[in-house]
């Protein structure tokens, strides 16, 4: 078994390439993630990290450079498998949950596994299990609007672990709750994430969240470099 869960080689990115007003967000950024390891991405709004997780979370694709999952270059794979890749193994958290609002929170943990073709039973017992390992099971037949946002982002956890993936990217996971919340659910992340075992690259802006992390990155300029 690979040692890296991610490699990002020399990753680039531009915008609006080849017009007056073009972008360029990455310039050969490079990253490796260990197995197992937590990795805390800071850097100021604009300065890419979103655009640098879509592409290692392969929902989008770098102008060149290379992203290595469990030691397999996603670069040269077709968009099926890419697809399939990006289903089985890596989970993604947002800063404003993007929960279904018309389904419950079982259900919006249920429906991911079912989209990766798990049994609708089996599906349901995992969603269940990971309700109550953030303690809200008892709300797991409540619709998102009558959830606190902590509990929002709780379930949001749970969805992006539901396929148990080996790869967690998490963008800014608790920038849109108050101080006490955003440490309170920060804590259930990171317990989740070291029980699972789970390699995980966390973008935040707060570097006491930052500082719970194994390491610490900086993008800028287009560049990971040390923190």
Do not use: W
């Amino acid at each position: 078994m690979n040692e890296q869960a991610l490699a990002l080689d020399a990753i680039t990115k531009t915008y609006n390439q080849g017009k007056p007003n073009e972008v360029q967000v990455l310039r050969g950024a490079s990253l490796t993630l260990d197995r197992g390891e937590v990795v805390a991405l800071v850097a100021p709004s604009g300065a890419g990290k979103s655009t640098l997780l879509h592409i290692a979370g392969l929902l989008d694709t770098p102008d060149s450079g290379a992203v290595l999952i469990d030691g397999a270059d996603m670069t040269r794979l077709g968009d099926r498998k890419r697809t399939a890749t990006r289903r089985g193994q890596v989970g993604f958290i947002y800063q404003f949950h993007h929960l279904l609002p018309e389904f419950s929170a079982l259900e919006n943990i249920v429906l991911p596994q079912l989209a990766n073709a798990v049994a609708a039973r089996t599906a349901e017992t995992r969603a269940l299990e990971l309700l109550d390992r953030v303690g809200i099971a008892a709300r797991a037949s409540h619709r998102p609007a009558a959830l606190s946002g902590g509990e929002q982002q709780r379930v949001a956890f749970c969805r992006a672990l539901a396929n148990n993936p080996s790869l967690l990217l998490a963008d800014e996971p608790t920038g849109n709750l108050d101080p006490e919340t955003s440490d309170q659910v920060f804590a259930t992340l990171m317990s989740l994430v070291r029980e699972t075992g789970l390699s995980a690259l966390i973008a935040t802006h707060n570097i006491e969240l930052a500082r719970r992390m194994d390491r610490i990155v900086r993008l800028d300029s287009g560049q990971i470099v040390p923190a």
